[in-house]
């Protein structure tokens, strides 16, 4: 018996030991961390991978940082701690997106940072926070501690080991980066040292847009499985590619999240659905098998109508989110009621399909808030087919109002109905609460009592994310019905413009880069190619007129030129034939204007400083006669 006691606990000491080169030696591969064991773990810390960046370089600024966060920070400095903004916030102000929040760490302990604000209160068991409400906002603060005390004993760091340069605080920060979920939000920001501390290649992992865990995939994935939501939820939000450590186990680790509280997975899904990368959310769900654990209907579906997508029979689901995604985004998000509104919906039209006017009248007067200016839209705009199958089952223009009321209420009744079947388990993984429930069907009960009477809409067709945010029940009707009416006819909504996105002044590059597809935090070598490239082009073409300029530094444009620009500005009344070739001249001279000012600011020796001054006045007279004459052409 002893020498059975005796063995058991070997076995025990050994798979700890295993355990613990799993967890910190992070960049071995599994299979290696399985041929390594020691009974004791004492290393010096590798500083190889360790960067500190200059955030200036990147373009962060504190201006970027939001004032409440911005006071958290200050506050706690002031006391003497060290304070951070950390994680997912510092990733996305690198690749130059709005973050979804600001996240505060600070060396402070739980308790002395709630004595630092009057309102906040310490949440959470396991790895507990401080939420401090500051000016509206609430601000997740967490400790040093915390993580320190949660991996006490796993570890053994002699401060005498320490590389030379590196202090008391870097191991601190590194203790703390390694239990984060993954290299790109293990990433701290010193905002009043302008300072990025990277202790994990999670830059570099940017860069190349690549999603990696600190230890291997299928450990951290065992120690909280509400990481694999998270992981597809960034990679769908941020375009990112998974390595195959990842990729292999989530495919084998999916059915652990069954295991999750409901209220975890509900909170993982709204960030999903919410916030502007619904559509490719779904499509990760489903490549991993998850959409079969948490909607099973749903996923049935899609498997059934994968292999009959065409341009003129798409998805009636993906169009639903995609046009979610385009009203969306992380610093304009949504309420969950809005996103189980269409899934229920769509629930509804796929196990009764409904007339395409039905369809039409349902979606309008959401929009619209009377039922009246509902009907009065969708007669008038609800001509061309619908092309969604099973969910249509044709067109055909009902005349009366009471019969089309009837069908309206049956329709709506049949959404309600699909919400409360989200609530059982044959739903699958049941993750949508009775509360959450009756406030979905809230919703539509407008359209279920009284509906001819229903006269309570918006006096604009703005949307108010304010209140969209807060599940306000006008605003998201209104939503709702934007997005179904342009899933059905296929873009805008008649009469309506497309919002333009609200951009901060410093995602102006972002946007743009959105625009390009470019979502790199540098150039590709392709681009800097194709700008050199035109760079010489333009050398090439003003080369003689350089020489020009050398030649003769006093005469830089013919006194003959400028006049005869003086009398096309006289002159706006000239054939239109005529007239286009002068405006073509004159975009000519402006071009060539232009790059003689950029010329002159460089080398102030080709002209006198009078004289470009008087050149930059000339062109700007030739520029506003030039946009003049076009208008009249």
Partial sequence: MAILLQAKDRLLSRLKSLTKIQRFNHTLEPQMCREMCSDSFNQEVDVS????????????????IPQPSWVVLKILKSQGFQAYLVGGCVRDLLLRRVPKDFDVITTANLKQIRRQFHRSEIIGRRFPICRVHIKGSVIEVSSFETVAKHGEGKETILLSQMPYGC?????VRWRNSIHRDFTINSLFFDPFLNKIYDYANGISDLRCLKLRTLIPAYLSFTEDCARILRGLRIAARLGLSFCKD?????HSLSSSIERLDKSRIMMELNYMLSYGAAESSICLLRRYNLLKILLPFHAAYLDQQAGKITAENPMML????????????????????????LLSFHQALVSDPQDAFVVWVFASVLYHGKWKEGVKFARDRAKEPVKFVPEISGFSEIESDEQLAVKVTELALSVQDCVNDLTKASSGCVFVSKKIERNVQQIFDVLVNSIESYNSGKRSHIIDYDMLGKGNLVETRFVLGKIILKTISGGLVAGEEEMPEVLHEDSVENYLAKKNRKRGLQPSSAELKLKTAKKCKWTEKFSSINHELSMNKEDVVPKEEVEEIHKAVKNC?????????????????????????????????????????????????????????????
């Fill in 49 to 64: 991978n360790w960067k500190t960046v200059d955030s200036r370089n990147f373009g962060i600024t504190r201006a970027m």
């Fill in 167 to 171: 202090d008391e605080i870097d191991l």
């Fill in 246 to 250: 990842i990729d292999t186990a989530m």
């Fill in 318 to 341: 993906m169009r639903l989110f995609f046009n979610l995604d385009k009203l969306v985004s992380c610093d304009r998000p949504s309420d969950y009621t809005l996103w189980v509104g």
């Fill in 573 to 633: 009344q000239l054939p239109d034939e005529e007239l286009k070739v002068r405006t073509t001249e004159k975009h000519k001279w402006i071009e060539n204007s232009c790059h003689f000012d950029q010329e002159l600011s460089i080398n102030e020796e080709v002209v006198p400083k009078e004289g470009s001054q008087q050149l930059g006045e000339e062109t700007q007279k030739a520029a506003k006669t030039c946009q003049s004459s076009e208008e009249e052409i």
